[in-house]
């Protein structure tokens, strides 16, 4: 545990909130979460008529005695989660120096939700990606699994431009059990097959949030003087007086973020803008903090 | 155009600042790793195109202010030579025309023009910067530049103009002008001046007015122009414009009459003048004329007689009591007086049997007015008559002569004129013989024209179209109102002379000709109905009249029975006789040519005193030279500004050539100074004035700093900061 990106502090205030799941995710284990399976549990939800092929068990005969109609009572269940992180490791998000760097402020989001996962109980698998899908590790409750993922964060170098989109696809196709998916990108692919990717995702009834994780610089373009910029992602350089550009360049990316974020919003995907300048430690609360209470509404 | 401190342009250099920078800084540029490029790329490709655009307006903006401020700091000052980019700062380069015409002779209160012009013009060298140089030009109808010899040298150039005299030739600014433009050549200061100081007579404005124009206006371009006024008040004169003989040929022994043309230049009446004509400077022989008074612009011819004692070449002055312009007051002519004038006539249509129906009747009669009997008094009459026939003449019977006259004569037919004699004729004229062409039926055109006229030696002085012949009844008479006043025919027209009665004379037919061209020939007198009368034509140094009546017998009128046409004969003769002597009598100006017989001598060159203080001078000329246009040697004196009596005489003995040179009578024809609007309207802009005896250096300061520019292009360069102050904030707060 005693990983770089385990930082206590961090820790001692994800731990207080917890991860509390806003849907009812199915659970191979029992435990904090409810499951969408109704039917079997102690806890009483509602009733549903009877149709034809239903378990005649499960016919609520008191109801039955006073309306003279088959009903069949439902219950709920807690049980465990299986929580995705689809990790992009792609070349842009290299950029940013120390703790505002995006792959490293991505990995230690990545660790700290990983921990507070398994924590709970619940079991966590990671996807790293750029244009293609590196590593794969599957769902699992145990520690060692944190081990595991903190291991692989460590060696992961970025590599490739980001293709997001098709990717989901691929993910959503091998991860039929619903559960919580979390994309950490900085999202530099086009809006729609991204989106088109996240709707798959959603579509296989998974809680999908976007954690997209952009620098300040990208969302502030501050800069001055004459400079050259080289893509990370592509073989391209671009010499320009930034300041010149500077309306132009905020107009053109505050209408791609205001795209992705309506576009998420109508999938009904959660949409998180990390800005890596800011210390995970205040942003990661406040994002669980509403959660929360979105959760208990 | 041109720079107070020139060095400074190179501060033009700093223009390259901001060109460096943009390529500098466009060559180094920092790199930075970015992921967003596809952002970027769109924002790039979005504004580069206007981005390139608010780049290099303010490039050019900010390359532009620092011209300007070099340019400021050079002092650009305009109306100055462009040529001069020497440092020497304020330094000014005058140049002075100082108008020397005989105009600026005239009295300015004690002192002359000139006298205002040269206390103005060292006024003005006073005033100039320090380091200045001045060059000083003459300027009447010529101009030379006098120096000083270094320009530099303003002592000298005080010297020069103190000791600057008129001449007696007409005001012309042209040459002055030019001249001051080939002395810009010698400038290499930054400001150029030209001063043209003068009385700014129309004449010097008007006679080359479209050049004048044209080198005011490059004058202009490369130098401040300054016209100073000498001339405060208007000239009390009465000019002497000629002298000639009346209808008399001037000879020995008698008082011979003479006209004395005298003319008032001035705008007010001048009052008891007098007029005296002395031959060969002898005071007790010559005669007065007094006059009473003579209106403004009035010609007068006045009658003087003068006692030519011996015959050869004779001076005749005619000389004015003092008026306010003392040059033209005195007018002389050199005759060469004939013991016998020869004359040559040839009889065109001869009668043997009635000699009253000859040609030649009347006009020998007529040259020859005295009887025939004793024959002692045609021996002593002062023209010798020869008569021949058309078939007797030959080239030779020319020699020796000084007039032929050509008496109805056929250039065609049996009794023509052989085309020897023709051509014999054209070099009789050109060495200075009279040739007198009378009417007749002939003068057959077609032989006529291709003989005499355009189509042969061009000894007439027009061509001849065809015989008009008016009816008996509406005969046409000469026009006395068109004789030329300056030929013998203006006796003629004098009021209640009774030479009047030429005007009675009925011409029946006549030798219609076509209307000389301007500059060839001239009408002398018209008839009433217009047509020409009698025509002169110059060639060489002789002249040719022609007569379109007929001299003879009356069956085309009554001239020879006219009781005028004596006279009219005699002032023939007389005219002709005297443009013999046209070559010795010269404008002051005018080259002297001079073709002595005698060419293994050496000659010397007696000039006149350039002013009543100066002696004569004496030139030596050395032997004569080959003379163009002449097959002899000659002696050749273009320095002839000064009006006089100009002698060449063989080294070492006494008696020599004079030749007359008088005022050039241009002069008095515009001596009315112009003001300020017509010279602008002339010169086509506005020149900078300044009267003689105004303070020269406020007006000269006050231009100078006018000329500089720096204030100007200071505020130019502020705009352009502001300007490139909000351009920049425009695009995006570039600075």
């Given amino acids: ?297 | 155009m041109s720079f107070l401190n020139p060095w400074m342009l190179l501060g033009g250099l700093a223009a390259g600042i901001p060109i460096a920078l943009h390529f500098l800084y466009r060559a180094r540029y920092k790199p930075i790793p970015w992921g967003a490029m596809k952002f970027l790329r769109l924002a790039v490709e979005q504004t580069s195109r206007r981005l390139k655009f608010q780049e290099l307006i303010l490039l050019i903006i900010r390359t532009l202010a620092l011209l300007l401020l070099a340019l400021a700091l050079s002092r650009l000052t305009t109306c100055v030579g462009t040529k001069g980019t020497g440092p020497r700062g304020e330094a000014v380069d005058a140049i002075f025309i100082i108008d020397t015409s005989y105009s600026m002779n005239a009295k300015e209160g004690v002192q002359t023009r000139l006298d205002v012009a040269k206390e103005a013009a060292i006024k003005v060298i006073n005033g100039l910067p320090a380091g200045s140089t001045v060059q000083i030009i003459t300027c009447s109808d010529r101009a030379t530049t006098v120096g000083p010899r270094s320009p530099s040298n303003l002592d000298q150039a005080k010297l020069i103009i103190n000791g600057l005299k008129a001449t007696q030739q007409a005001t012309d600014y042209l040459p002055g002008l030019i001249e001051a433009v080939n002395a810009f050549e010698r400038t290499t200061g930054n400001q150029k001046e030209v001063y043209l100081f003068s009385d700014m007579g129309r004449n010097g404005w008007e006679s080359q007015s479209s050049a004048i124009r044209d080198k005011c206006t490059e004058i202009k371009n490369q130098a401040t122009l300054y016209l100073v006024r000498c001339a405060n008040q208007p000239i009390y004169n009465v000019s002497i414009i000629d002298l000639k003989p009346q209808t008399v040929i001037p000879h020995t022994g008698e008082r011979v009459p003479f006209t004395v043309l005298v003319k008032n230049t001035s705008t007010e009446t001048v009052k008891n003048l007098t007029l005296s004509l002395e031959v060969d400077g002898k005071t007790n022989e010559k005669e007065d004329q007094p006059i009473e008074k003579i209106a403004p612009g009035e010609i007068r011819a006045i009658n003087l007689t003068a006692k030519i004692e011996e015959a050869g070449w004779r001076i005749l002055t005619a000389k004015l009591n003092t008026d306010d312009l003392p040059d033209d007051n005195r007018f002389s002519k050199v005759l060469l007086i004939r013991k016998k004038v020869r004359v040559l006539m040839i009889d065109g249509a001869p009668d043997e049997r009635d000699p009253e129906r000859s040609a030649a009747f009347f006009l020998g009669h007529a040259i020859l007015p005295v009887p025939e009997r004793p024959a002692e008094l045609r021996e002593k009459y002062h023209v010798r008559l020869s008569v021949l026939r058309t078939r007797e003449v030959s080239p030779s019977s020319l020699n020796e002569q000084d007039v032929c006259i050509l008496a109805n004569v056929p250039l065609t037919g049996p009794n023509a004129l052989s085309p020897e004699v023709v051509r014999r004729l054209t070099e009789f004229v050109k060495g200075g013989g009279g040739l007198f062409i009378t009417g007749g039926p002939n003068l057959e055109p077609k032989s006529y024209n291709r003989g005499l006229g355009s189509e042969g030696e061009k000894l007439l002085p027009s061509d001849i179209v065809d015989f008009a012949i008016r009816p008996e009844n509406d005969p046409v008479y000469p026009d006395l109102s068109s004789a030329e006043p300056f030929s013998f025919l203006g006796k003629f027209a004098e009021k209640g002379s009774r030479l009047n009665m030429l005007k009675n004379t009925d011409i029946l037919t006549y030798v219609r000709v076509q209307e000389p061209e301007a500059g060839t020939a001239q009408v002398l007198m018209r008839y009433t109905d217009g047509s020409p009368f009698i025509l002169s034509r110059r060639h060489g140094d002789g002249e040719i009249l022609f007569l379109t009546a007929r001299a003879d017998r009356w069956d085309w009128g009554y001239l020879a029975t006219n009781p005028t046409f004596i006279p009219l004969v005699q002032g023939v003769l007389t005219q002709l006789v005297e443009r013999s002597s046209s070559g010795y009598n010269l404008i002051a100006g005018q080259t002297l040519r001079y073709l002595p017989n005698d060419t293994n001598k050496s000659y010397v060159l007696t000039t006149p005193p350039k002013d009543s203080r100066s002696p004569e001078e004496k030139i030596k000329l050395g032997k004569p030279i080959p003379v163009v246009g002449s097959d002899r040697n000659g002696l050749i004196v273009n320095e002839t500004s000064t009006a006089g009596i100009y002698i060449i005489t063989p080294e070492g003995e006494k008696d020599g050539q004079p030749f007359a040179v008088n005022p050039d009578p241009r002069e008095i024809e515009g001596m009315d100074p112009l003001t300020d609007e017509v010279i602008n309207d002339l010169i086509g802009f506005k020149a900078i004035y300044f009267g003689a005896s105004e303070e020269s250096d406020a007006i000269t300061s006050n231009t100078r700093s006018k000329n500089e520019r720096t204030v100007w292009i200071l505020s130019l360069v502020l705009i352009f900061i502001f300007g490139e102050s909000l351009w920049a904030w425009y695009c995006s707060k570039a600075w």
């Fill in chain 1, 1 to 297: 545990m005693a990983s770089q990106y385990l930082k206590a502090d961090v820790l001692a205030r994800a731990e207080a909130l917890g991860i509390k799941a806003r849907q009812i995710v199915e659970g191979l284990r029992v435990g904090d979460h409810k499951s969408p399976f109704r039917g079997f549990s102690v806890e009483f939800v509602q009733h549903r008529e009877y149709v034809p092929g239903d378990d005649i068990r499960h016919i609520d005969w008191k109801s039955y005695g006073r309306s003279e109609r088959y009903t069949i009572k439902q219950y709920e269940q807690e049980t465990n989660f299986a929580c995705h992180i689809l990790l992009d490791a792609s070349k842009s998000m290299q950029y940013g120096e120390g703790d505002s760097n995006k792959l490293e402020y991505a990995k230690l989001l990545t660790a700290v939700i990983s921990y507070l996962v398994v924590r709970q109980r619940d079991s966590v698998g990671l996807y790293v990606f750029d244009q293609k899908l590196r590593i794969k590790l599957p769902a699992s409750s145990s520690l060692v699994q944190v081990n595991t993922i903190l291991r692989t964060l460590e060696e992961i170098e970025p590599d490739e431009k980001t293709e997001i989109g098709p990717l989901l696809e691929q993910i959503a196709e091998t991860t039929r059990r619903r559960g919580l998916v979390f994309v950490i990108s900085d999202a530099f692919d086009e809006v729609e097959p991204l989106l088109k990717g996240l709707r798959a995702l959603r579509y296989l009834g998974h809680e999908v949030t976007l954690f997209h994780t952009l620098h300040s610089d990208e969302l502030n373009f501050p800069f001055s003087g004459n400079l050259k910029f080289d893509g990370l992602e592509i073989p391209e350089e671009i010499k320009t007086r930034p300041h010149l550009i500077r309306p132009n360049y905020l107009r053109i990316f505050n209408a791609y973020l205001e795209e992705l974020q309506k576009g998420c919003n109508a999938s009904r995907i959660d949409y998180v803008q990390l800005e890596t300048t800011k210390p995970l430690v205040e942003v990661l609360p406040q994002y669980l903090v509403r959660r929360l209470q979105m959760g208990r509404g």
